[in-house]
């Protein structure tokens, strides 16, 4: 068993990041677009390494750019999903009006396709799922870098959705992100990095990098009382079914 990131952002020259990676154990690496230039060099990575898999879509921030030349990524065969889409409402780098109606876009494309949808959510739970509840989630959806509490996990539950754990939940801020994980099913938790953001402690302050992500799969198994065998493992073939994995050996 080995572990899966199922959420970074690899530039075009991360070759010894992705050796990196495996040498620690994490030898499966889902990278995500967030533009079209962002999803076509995460479709480039993908193609060129084993083990690798893209999504294609445009954040929140990037929401006033549209979407034009994403649908033509959702057919290559290592694009894995749509996203991350979502709202942000923290930063606001996109009109509200705006990164709504792109989530909503993004969300029919993830029907379309019959592709998993990763969400980006921040300050915005309330216009989430209002947007989700009115376009029918996908069957497949993953809030990313999860940062709500029980009561947002379970509204996101509720609906099917699986919440992916980054580094955050090292961070001593964030007891209710904790509990939130307390709460959840075992097997509707994915683990990532977000790297090159949000490294976990002992490294927070650094660069992310995918090696790091058993340090955040040991935190969630001191959490929920389980070993870090276990969460290795559940979060493996939690990611292999969510991304459709179980079948593919590139």
Same mark, same amino acid.
């Given at each position: ?54 999504? &294609? ?101 509720? #609906? ?65 009382? #389980? ?5 290795? &493992?559940?979060?493996?073939?939690? &990611? ?11």
């Amino acid at each position: 068993m080995a572990w899966i990131d199922n959420h970074c952002h690899l530039r075009a020259d991360d070759d010894a990041t992705i050796v990196e990676a495996r040498a620690a154990g994490v030898t499966r690496l889902i990278t995500v677009g967030t533009d079209l230039e962002q999803s076509r060099i995460a479709v480039s990575v993908a193609e060129a390494n084993d083990g690798v898999w893209a999504t &294609a879509g445009v954040h929140p921030h990037d929401a006033k750019q549209g979407l034009d030349g994403i649908a033509a990524l959702l057919d290559h065969p290592k694009v894995v999903a749509v996203g991350e889409a979502g709202l942000d409402y923290y930063y606001d780098h996109s009109p509200r009006d705006v990164q709504q109606s792109m989530f909503a876009a993004q969300i029919a494309l993830a029907h379309t396709y019959d592709l998993p949808l990763v969400i980006h959510t921040r300050d915005a739970w309330d216009d989430t799922f209002r947007i989700l509840d009115r376009e029918g989630i996908p069957q497949r959806t993953v809030f990313h870098c999860f940062t709500g509490g029980p009561d947002e996990a379970s509204a996101a539950l509720a #609906r099917g959705a699986f919440l992916s754990i980054s580094g955050i939940v090292t961070f001593k801020t964030a007891d209710d992100l904790r509990a939130a994980v307390v709460s959840a099913p075992v097997d509707r938790l994915l683990v990532e990095t977000d790297s090159p953001f949000l490294a976990p402690i002992p490294h927070r302050g650094k660069p992310n990098r995918p090696a790091w992500v058993p340090l955040v799969g040991a935190a969630i198994a001191a959490l929920i009382g #389980r070993s870090v065998t276990e969460v290795e &493992a559940l979060s493996w073939a939690n &990611a292999a079914v969510f991304y459709g994995l179980d079948d593919v050996h590139r």
